[in-house]
């Protein structure tokens, strides 16, 4: 059987499109991916909401008038999900860096923040890799792991999506309940070296310096299946070490062709990256099979 690996639109197509939005995640299943990776948030009537960050972000968010935000905030846990549609994200600011990183970012005026559900329903033939957003070091910015992971499954259920879905997170307590809690949902374990110094409180218990440093091992003790590294901390010697523990490695967030090519050829299982487009031709240049693309026939603002 010829090798393939798992392409991931990251918040959609980050690099294309406005990041978390429904009109994001249509134009990534434009281009061609095998899933969706979002975030997640809880407002403050209890809705799961896709956003990245735990307050709203200036850089791409305006009131209904125009008027970029001037500063973050408010939080996303002190707004009824109501409130959200209020906000257009569907721009980045011209002057900011996050414009400079993604010039070829098409705008869509009045897209919103989307609900869980709202993404879940844009296509029946859509998978998702849901991160839980969750700071263990800040407990104040959102629900903790494993209560996030509760609400995101119920509804996750609701919409009896449960097969076309993935759940990650740095903070191992959410996957970690579902595991005990849900052993069919499939779960991947987010790690980057900026956050192993807190290790023990990101991963509520363990350590590298448990695992004689390796961090596949600590991954492999929680029983898998995927590793998501960040994919500067990756080597060669480190997947190997993975697949010889039975995980799958999924790096994020690639987006240059040339460290794409050079983790394929490394032996990575999935990419999760900003530019599924470049992606592409660079798996096609390497062999791989390629995810079919298809067109979302209607969408919301959001």
């Not at 500063?71 to 414009?99: F, N």
């Not at 989307?114 to 998978?127: E, F, G, Q, S």
């Not at 959102?142 to 609400?151: I, P, R």
Request: net charge negative.
């Amino acid at each position: 059987m010829r090798r393939r690996i798992d392409l991931y639109g990251h918040r959609g197509a980050r690099g294309l499109f406005p990041e978390n939005t429904l009109v994001g995640f249509a134009g990534a299943l434009a281009v061609g991916v095998d899933a969706l990776e979002l975030d997640v948030a809880v407002t403050a009537d209890q809705v799961v909401v896709v956003t990245h960050d735990p307050g709203l972000n200036p850089d791409i968010t305006r009131t209904t008038d125009g008027t970029w935000l001037a500063q973050a905030g408010p939080m996303i846990h002190s707004l009824r999900a109501e409130d959200l549609r209020s906000y257009d994200v569907g721009r980045i600011r011209p002057d900011c860096r996050y414009a400079a990183l993604y010039p070829d970012q098409k705008p869509h005026d009045g897209a919103t923040i989307p609900t869980l559900a709202d993404a879940l329903r844009i296509d029946p033939r859509a998978n998702f890799n849901i991160e839980l957003k969750t700071f263990p070091l800040q407990s104040g910015l959102a629900l903790d792991g494993a209560a996030m992971a509760d609400a995101v499954i119920a509804v996750v259920d609701l919409e009896r999506a449960i097969e076309r879905i993935s759940v990650q997170s740095f903070d191992w307590r959410g996957p970690r309940r579902l595991r005990s809690a849900r052993p069919d949902i499939r779960l991947s374990w987010l790690t980057s070296s900026a956050i192993l110094a807190g290790a023990r409180i990101w991963w509520d218990g363990p350590h590298p310096s448990d695992f004689g440093g390796s961090v596949p091992r600590a991954v492999a003790a929680e029983g898998g299946p995927n590793w998501g590294p960040d994919y500067t901390d990756l080597t060669e010697d480190a997947i190997t070490e993975a697949h010889s523990l039975g995980l799958c490695v999924v790096p994020w967030t690639v987006n240059l062709p040339e460290d794409m090519r050079r983790l394929i050829r490394w032996g990575i299982d999935g990419l999760i990256t900003d530019r599924p487009d470049l992606a592409r031709v660079v798996m096609g240049d390497e062999g791989l099979p390629l995810p079919p693309s298809w067109r979302v026939e209607e969408i919301g603002g959001g």
